[in-house]
């Protein structure tokens, strides 16, 4: 006869201390686990990691109930015939969006655990939103509708306008976030909780189409980040040396814009090396990718003096001056970021940041006539080209021949200028 019952498994035990509760299923001499989406915090369990929390058990208790009643018409002998894994089958397809419960919040919350501190907390910001939205942080992810995120949308936009126009009690003053960011981190999440609880092959679908289809994603990057008027960018690609910092700055960004819009992440980690051709692997973009973001980058020539200005620091990498900027790549681009404004409030233009300088490449490519999908590979994107990235040698000669007509369409304005 099968027996169920709900346990804690040491080996889930997650960074915060928290553990995923399992139903275990005992059948003629094998046992096997069933993950669920209740967790036990350490103050739910005993020293000997048994459940303690009533409501817990209550709750450990009735998923466990409701896999017995699934295979309660079975016969003994029907029963006896069946391995184990016949049996927790069996129970999986019979009960199927049925019992499958999950919470959005804490599924959120062990999903942005694992990312990068910056990362980790835009997604803790967007479910911190979507907490003050709903008054309650508790949301099964079965009950998330187009109509509730198109509201949450409207309310964070109301929310924005009460920040800015002051309308708010200063107690209430908690930072505003863009909603199109927080609508993407949040689909993050689901996505991740759709790949994990779904088996698609087994027709197990508990988790079903994604309400997120037709909500705006679009991010509009900051003022500091759009792209810059190209009279400015020629502006800062003939900036003459001042023996400052920001002469680091401004090579630092040139050197962006001239490599199809490097990020600072991987200049800063890039090492030296042979030929003219930098390969490297996309920081944000490595683990998302098939091709793991394989970057191969054919250095112009005019790259050559914004290169010698960041020789100056510790051997052992390709621009040593932005390891003497930062000890860490966030504090070298912060450092940057305050050259170049200073830099722009001097030259009273706009002020922009590191980031513009890949903005700017990819608006003025595609201005140009660049193919979208080539600039996407030459920005490295994680795109929707899966399929192409395992089966598809990259086009490395578009790539080429697209940063080669940016930078003489930008160098010919400045060409230009010179011989008038």
Known sequence: MATFAPVIVTSSRRKDGSFTIFIRVYHRGQTRKLMTSLVARPEDLTRSLRLKNPDLIKKGQDLADKMRSAVSDLSPFALDAMTVDDLVNLIRTRTAGETFRLDFFTFGE????????????????ALKALERFLGKRQLDVNSITRTMLQEFVEWNEGQKKAHKSGKVCKTDKIPVGSSARHIAKMRHIYEAAKQRYNDEDAGRIVIPRSP???????????????????????????????????????????????????????????????GSTWMYHRKKTETRRADRAEMRVDVPAEAAPFIARLQDGPKGWWLPALHRLGRSCDACTSLVN????????RNKVPVFTFYAARHSWATYARRIGVEKATVDECLCH?????????????AWGLMTEANAKVIRDTYDGIRGDSST
């Open 110 to 125: 062990g999903y942005a655990s694992g990312k990068a501190p910056a990362t980790r907390a835009s997604y803790l910001g």
């Open 212 to 274: 997120f289809d037709g909500i705006s994603r679009t991010q509009p990057p900051s003022h500091g980040q759009r792209a810059l008027p190209v009279e400015v960018m020629r502006q800062i690609l003939t900036a003459e040396p001042t023996g400052t910092m920001e002469d680091a700055a401004i090579a630092a960004f040139a050197l962006s814009f001239l490599l199809m819009g490097a990020n600072m992440a991987d200049l800063w980690r890039a090492v030296p090396f042979d």
């Open 338 to 345: 305050r050259a170049l404004k200073a830099w722009a409030d």
């Open 382 to 394: 994680k795109g929707d080209f899966a399929l192409t990235d395992i089966y598809a040698e990259r």
